[in-house]
T-cell receptor, first 113, second 111 residues
Framework: DVKVTQSSRYLVKRTGEKVFLECVQDMDHENMFWYRQDPGLGLRLIYFSYDVKMKEKGDIPEGYSVSREKKERFSLILESASTNQTSMYLC????????????FGQGTRLTVV | RKEVEQDPGPFNVPEGATVAFNCTYSNSASQSFFWYRQDCRKEPKLLMSVYSSGNEDGRFTAQLNRASQYISLLIRDSKLSDSATYLCVVNLGTGGFKTIFGAGTRLFVKA
């Protein structure tokens, strides 16, 4: 069974903290993504990676960075958490190809206080 | 203008009804198209891919109109278990690098 695992389901952090969200996939997928999902706005792409050590900005990269040192792991970093980064964060992975179905992790509900 | 636009709903329908969701996309270079389903407090999961010729999977039918940049999903004989948010998804390019999600359409099926 395919699997994308995010390190935490729920996180509460203080403003200004550095926050790490971890995502691991066991499907040997080339592509990995970080989205945030907010009511009425849907899923918005923060960053994606199409290979180890490669990263590309999505639509809303400000305030975030990412790291992909190994193929199976894609980390999202909030350098200095702010209250407007309170959201549901979803990691996904897909195989490179013409019909790239994305598989999602269960999501991390982050609250910044 | 958003790259992928959907009617947010909610759609409230009785069991057994037929319901149609529409989606438009702005980038004519879009390569592949999908419908995902997301249950409350769960992650999105693939419902079906959308092919140019149209495709059917049981009670679900998906259509693509490239000329009008329009995708649809038809659900026949709605079940209570169909209650969910339906996300229209568009992929730019063939590598799957840029996957754009619509904001989703919420469906409530009532007994």
């Amino acid at each position: 069974d395919v699997k994308v695992t995010q390190s935490s389901r729920y996180l509460v952090k203080r403003t200004g903290e550095k926050v790490f969200l971890e995502c691991v996939q066991d499907m040997d997928h080339e592509n990995m993504f970080w989205y945030r999902q907010d009511p009425g706005l849907g899923l918005r792409l923060i960053y994606f990676s199409y290979d180890v050590k490669m990263k590309e900005k999505g639509d809303i990269p400000e305030g975030y960075s990412v790291s992909r040192e190994k193929k199976e792991r894609f980390s999202l970093i909030l350098e200095s958490a702010s209250t407007n980064q309170t959201s549901m964060y979803l990691c996904a992975s897909s195989r490179r190809g013409q019909k790239p179905e994305a598989f999602f992790g269960q999501g991390t509900r982050l609250t910044v206080v | 203008r958003k790259e992928v636009e959907q009617d947010p709903g909610p759609f409230n329908v009785p069991e057994g009804a037929t319901v149609a969701f529409n989606c438009t996309y702005s980038n004519s270079a879009s390569q592949s198209f999908f419908w995902y389903r997301q249950d409350c407090r769960k992650e999105p999961k693939l419902l079906m891919s959308v092919y140019s010729s149209g495709n059917e999977d049981g009670r679900f039918t998906a259509q693509l109109n490239r000329a009008s940049q329009y995708i649809s999903l038809l659900i026949r004989d709605s079940k209570l278990s169909d209650s969910a948010t339906y996300l229209c998804v568009v992929n730019l390019g063939t590598g799957g690098f840029k996957t754009i999600f619509g904001a989703g359409t919420r469906l409530f099926v009532k007994a």
